[in-house]
């Protein structure tokens, strides 16, 4: 579907910009199928699974860090008022529980929530990202585990290089080591998979694998028997778009508003040369036109021809 | 009027509903695990899961509806990882780990934790005899961390008194000890993870912290306390100094396959090994806190050596027993 090469020549009947356009967003298109992963499930059938992009990973970090803080502090808020009603024994003996606690929070938040069904952490899950094997097999316990104490040294190292500071010879040490260890931490940028150390060493990457809801169809809404016999487009005029056009149209439909598709319908109008009908609304229009040229389009494709977009002219 | 639908909206039409039953039974799934299914949810999943791959199939080649597609490649990846994911519960996975993989994974790594020992005892038994020939070198490797003014300076009373408590203030002790769990749990987990960097760091740690105890039981040594010291230690260090030993052969297992990964791609070698590893690792904790316990409990309540060198005495032959006595392979 995407084409490999943006025209370098320029087409008869497309402008600079459509041209700069048109190759930017095929750029864009390269670069987020470079993070797709093709798994082929014991059915034979092939699932894309795309993979977490460095920036997704970082987000949901951060807002698993921040649910840490707030664990650890409100405890510890806990904690203090507590020890004013406390024997000093007994206060001691609260505290020492609750340095345990800190370490299984330190350590052990992102093993309980990655080892349960949804693999995700609440971070990971609020941006709809997801833990899976890198050979598509089942995620063990002991991948959670590995990936996770790996952490230390990605996370925990650099920021203990970055706290010792220091001047003259201990200075450069640990400048030194922060470089050293800030290969750990930079590790997902530069590699094709985005894995971290912890991912290398458990044999897995975070994928995206977000709720997605169904929606209606629209052509289902273009389908009463007035509709149908008002709009009557010639094979040229659902012609006259491919497929990228009719995805930004679906697009349109679902989620913007009135003004929006009112200047996309007129767009269209002009394009095909389609004149205003009495009591005809920029809704019913462009759902019509939606119609045929999915219609089209679909047609087409059974017979193998993807009209990728209205610049494609096959 | 059929005849004039879109044939990729009459396929979705006859399969939706399917799709949808297939997305309440996930959702109820990832909310509640797999007790909340019920036996006909569970009948059901397979056939409704092989229809949703099918239907994403077909959809991509005669459907440019972007919605159902994302939505059916949403709901097969979510499909697929429930179906051939672990089933397990929590529990269940705990008694493999502690029946079966764990002292598995102990047991197939001799050679790492015997390379392990040799860099803690080395940095130990270094210190040590440096220390005894000149006490200077306490100095050297301490600084001027006091160490509760456990130091060459110290009297022997004072040293005596450090060894066996009077049952004050114990509570103090209990959160000394939880201290040292976490500190101790921290540098376990930093010997594995930094093995990484082909085992060099961990090797660096366990000199360091040998040399540590080393230097501190030579104070020891040389005031006449050794016997009671090692009492002391040797209670709960059995299992900790155990523990931190396997930290260090999980290191270096890591570091081993990262380095040297034989007839496999680099990236499957560390795999293996992260496995593996990881399990000691998470062993480690648990003896950490064995030893925290009787560290923080059993060091306190008991003040004869003698008691103290049985337990510690029990506690090896416990982890040897646990970890290296050979057993049927049960096959499931």
Not at chain 2, 285 to 300: C, K, N, P, T, Y
């Amino acid at each position: 579907m995407t084409q490999t090469a943006a025209p370098r020549t320029q087409r008869p009947g497309i402008s600079i910009e459509a041209a700069t356009q048109r190759r930017a967003r095929m750029a864009e298109e390269m670069r987020q199928s470079k993070l797709i992963r093709r798994l082929i499930t014991p059915e034979g059938a092939a699932i894309r699974l795309k993979l977490a992009t460095a920036g997704e990973r970082a987000g949901a970090f951060l807002i698993d860090v921040a649910i840490q803080w707030v664990i650890v502090i409100a405890t510890l808020f806990g904690l203090t008022f507590l020890i004013g009603a406390l024997t000093p024994g007994s206060a001691n003996i609260a505290f020492a529980f609750w340095l345990v606690f800190f370490f299984f929070v330190r350590n052990f938040y992102y093993i309980f929530f990655e080892i349960g069904q949804r693999a995700a952490t609440p971070g990971k899950r609020a941006l709809g990202l997801r833990v899976a094997a890198r050979d598509g097999g089942r995620l063990t316990a002991n991948s959670v585990l590995a990936r996770n104490f790996i952490r230390e040294i990605e996370v925990g190292l650099p920021f203990q290089f970055a706290m010792m500071g220091g001047d003259g010879a201990n200075g450069w040490m640990a400048l030194l080591g922060l470089v050293w260890s800030g290969v750990f931490l930079l590790f997902p940028i530069f590699n094709k998979d985005k894995m971290r150390v912890g991912d290398l060493i458990a044999g897995t990457w975070v994928i995206r694998s977000p709720k997605t809801k169904l929606m209606h169809d629209i052509t289902s809404a273009a389908k009463s028997p007035d509709a149908s016999s008002r709009f009557n487009f010639t094979t040229a005029q659902a012609d006259a778009y491919g497929i990228h056009e009719l995805h930004v149209l679906e697009d349109v439909l679902r989620q913007s508003t009135p003004e929006i598709k009112h200047q996309v319908a007129e767009r269209i109008r002009a394009k095909i040369g389609w004149t205003k009908q009495t009591g005809e609304t920029d809704l019913a229009f462009l759902e019509a036109y939606y119609g045929a040229l999915r219609r089209r389009l679909e047609q087409r494709m059974l017979l193998g021809e993807r009209k990728a977009d209205k610049f494609d002219v096959r | 009027m059929s005849g004039d639908l879109l044939k990729s909206y009459r396929f979705r039409e006859e399969r939706q509903g399917d799709w949808q039953k297939l997305d309440v039974i996930l959702t109820r799934a990832e909310n509640g695990g797999v007790k909340r299914l019920s036996d006909e949810d569970m009948l059901a999943l397979p056939r409704l899961y092989r229809q949703a791959v099918s239907s994403l199939s077909v959809a991509r080649s005669i459907s440019l509806d972007q919605n159902v597609i994302a939505y059916l490649e949403s709901l097969c990846t979510r499909a697929y990882f429930f179906v051939y994911g672990a089933r397990t519960t929590v529990g269940e996975r705990m008694m493999t780990f502690l029946r079966r993989d764990w002292p598995a994974a102990v047991r197939g790594a001799v050679w790492p934790t015997l390379l392990s020992a040799l860099f803690f005892f080395g940095g130990w038994g270094l210190a040590f005899f440096l220390c005894l020939q000149d006490m200077d070198w306490y100095w050297t490797f301490h600084g001027q961390n006091f160490l509760e003014g456990r130091n060459p300076d110290a009297t022997v009373e004072y040293l005596r008194s450090t060894i066996y408590t009077d049952g004050h203030g114990d509570g103090q002790l209990t959160a000394f000890s939880s201290f040292l769990f976490n500190n101790n749990a921290q540098i376990a987990l930093f010997a594995f993870a930094l093995g990484f960097a082909f085992g060099i760091p961990t090797a660096w740690l366990l000199v360091y912290n040998g040399v540590m105890i080393g230097s501190m039981y030579a104070v020891f040594w040389d005031k006449g306390l050794g016997y009671e010291f090692t009492g002391w230690l040797m209670i709960h260090g059995v299992t900790e100094l155990f523990a931190i030993v396997l930290a260090g052969a999980a290191g270096f297992i890591i570091g081993g396959a990262v380095a040297f990964p034989g007839g496999q791609t680099r990236l499957a070698s560390a795999r293996a090994a992260g496995q593996k590893a990881a399990t000691i690792a998470m062993g480690c904790v648990v003896m950490l806190i064995i030893a925290a316990l009787l560290e923080g409990f059993g060091r306190q309540l008991i003040n004869s050596d003698i008691v103290r060198y049985m337990i510690a005495a029990g506690t090896g032959v416990l982890w040897m027993l646990y970890f290296y006595m050979p057993r049927r392979e049960r096959r499931p």
